[in-house]
Nanobody, 128 residues
Framework: QAQLTESGGGSVQAGGSLRLSCAAPESTSSRRCMIWFRQAPGKEREGVAA????????NFADSVKGRFTISQDNAKNTVYLQMNSLKPEDTGMYYC?????????????????????WGQGTQVTVSS
């Protein structure tokens, strides 16, 4: 299966911003849904934001609404997660995944096995 490549993670202070990128080996439009998950130490992986590639509509976890945005650049086969007003509880490994169905973008997200491509993750650390 094709792999995705995340980048843009790092360490920031609370209130700061980061932009994560997820690059796909082919057009993101070939996948109905692109989604970001995150996993904090000792916690289960959770959905953060998803974008339906056909029309750019998006869903977000309640914890990030108003602070995070998700967007796509079809020319670059890349999806972005803009994270503003970061909080220490946003700390974790952020993963990009892709799904072939519009259902992959519904909220809450489907189980992880429903997404057929994953990246290796990028670490985000927010200090207080």
């Amino acid at each position: 299966q094709a792999q995705l490549t995340e980048s843009g993670g790092g360490s920031v202070q609370a209130g700061g911003s980061l932009r994560l990128s997820c690059a796909a080996p082919e057009s993101t439009s070939s996948r109905r849904c692109m989604i970001w998950f995150r996993q904090a130490p000792g916690k289960e992986r959770e959905g953060v934001a998803a974008i339906y590639t056909a029309d750019g509509s998006a869903n977000f976890a309640d914890s990030v609404k108003g602070r995070f945005t998700i967007s796509q650049d079809n020319a670059k086969n890349t999806v972005y997660l803009q994270m503003n007003s970061l909080k220490p509880e946003d700390t974790g490994m952020y993963y990009c995944a892709a799904g072939q169905s519009w259902a992959n973008c519904r909220w809450p997200p489907l189980t992880e096995r429903s997404y057929n491509a994953w990246g290796q993750g990028t670490q985000v650390t927010v200090s207080s």
